[in-house]
């Protein structure tokens, strides 16, 4: 008989498999909300379902956010509503983005053992911190790019104590450059 946390991991993996993101981060918020620190697969499917789950609607915002510069080009009455859908997918991306570095700050990280998991889990808290930061502007951007940079630094001390060739360590400072840049 499987543990509550081996059948949401397998679920997850039959989510994947069958490409259903949304299904696989509900399966991930189980686990992770069982305040343990979880398992180098169990790192990586959380980390796969929120990726597909922002990377599309990330993608959608910027085809929509192109779309509204080119207003010259659009109606008032469709760049309205191309502004009205830019918005819902803003929406969409602040919960997800919300959820993810909430799940982050209360679950996972307190309880992370590893510096592997510490540093895995800080750069995902930046990554999500950023990706709010992308699409907000002037005083709005501030707060979600301060909480990245605060992650990121974080981060980076528990990967001094990696080798520098550990792809975790590598993959932190990626995407700390992607921050700054």
Request: aromatic fraction near 10%; hydrophobic fraction near 40%; glycine fraction near 2%.
């Amino acid at each position: 008989m499987s543990s509550p946390r081996e059948l949401a991991v397998f679920m997850a993996r039959v989510a994947e498999q069958s490409e259903r993101y949304n299904d696989m981060v509900n399966y991930m918020k189980q686990v992770a909300c069982m305040n343990v620190e979880l398992t180098v697969e169990e790192r990586n499917l959380l980390s796969v379902a929120y990726k597909n789950v922002v990377g599309t609607r990330r993608a959608s915002w910027r085809v929509v956010h192109a779309l509204t510069q080119n207003s010259n080009q659009n109606s008032k009455e469709q760049l309205d509503a191309l502004v009205a859908y830019k918005n819902e997918i803003e929406k969409e991306l602040t919960e997800v983005c919300t959820e993810i570095t909430d799940l982050l700050d209360k679950h996972l990280i307190p309880a992370c053992v590893s510096d592997e998991a510490h540093v895995f889990h800080l750069k995902l808290l930046g990554d999500y911190h950023r990706y709010l930061a992308e699409f907000r502007f002037q005083e709005s951007k501030e707060e979600p790019a301060k909480n990245a940079r605060a992650a990121y630094e974080n981060a980076q001390k528990y990967a001094a104590k990696l080798p520098s060739t550990h792809p975790i360590r590598l993959g932190l400072a990626l995407n700390f450059s992607v921050f700054y840049y």
